[in-house]
């Protein structure tokens, strides 16, 4: 059992590790894309699947409040992830309940921040679509091949695609990603003396 608890463990730096090698660039200008967004006056709305919902919750806590230092609230915010209960009984748009909130809160020049495992969830999916008809940017927080979602992402969206395919390992990794961002953010809004 000691054997399997230090295989998780390793399993997991490991992760972090190709993670920390593959997405430095892509975190650098996320920052400044999340940064520049919220200078202009504009807000930053989060989502994410139901693995990943309290990933895109947290980090909009963080913004909004604060991650290591005390500073001015950020303008930003989670999506519900209740569905919408459509009056006439039609479930087919089941997962078009991000969407739709993005349809009635977002403003031009706001970003989208959307959290998934492989690309292939359909709430997400739909949020993307209708952000990408709002004229919104989006940033993509995913695993494995990025599915369907990367097809949609055009020039001006950011992908960050954690490298790997365990579900477990992904989680991990968009957790130490969103603090990641956090700590970058604020280095960029609210630069302390050294």
Known sequence: MQESIKEIFTESIQAQIAA????????????????QCLINGNKLIC??????HMI???FSNLLVNYFETERPCLPALTL???????????????????????????NQNDLLF?????????????????ALTSDLNVIALIGDDGGELTGLLG???????????????????????????????????????A
């Open 47 to 52: 989502c994410g699947v139901p693995s990943c």
């Open 80 to 106: 519900s992830q209740t569905q919408i209960n459509l009056s006439n009984g039609d479930e087919s748009q089941g997962a078009d309940y991000f969407a739709r909130q993005v349809r009635a809160i977002s």
């Open 20 to 35: 920390g090698e593959a997405l430095p660039e892509v975190l650098e200008s996320t920052a400044y894309a999340i940064a």
């Open 114 to 130: 959307v959290v998934a495992i492989d690309g292939h969830e359909k709430s997400v999916i739909s949020a993307v679509e209708a």
């Open 56 to 58: 895109a919750e947290h």
């Open 155 to 193: 020039p001006n969206d950011v992908e960050i695609r954690v490298p790997s395919k365990r579900a477990s390992r992904i989680l991990e990794t968009h957790l130490f990603t969103v603090h990641c961002l956090s700590q970058l953010i604020d280095n960029i809004l609210f630069p302390q003396d």
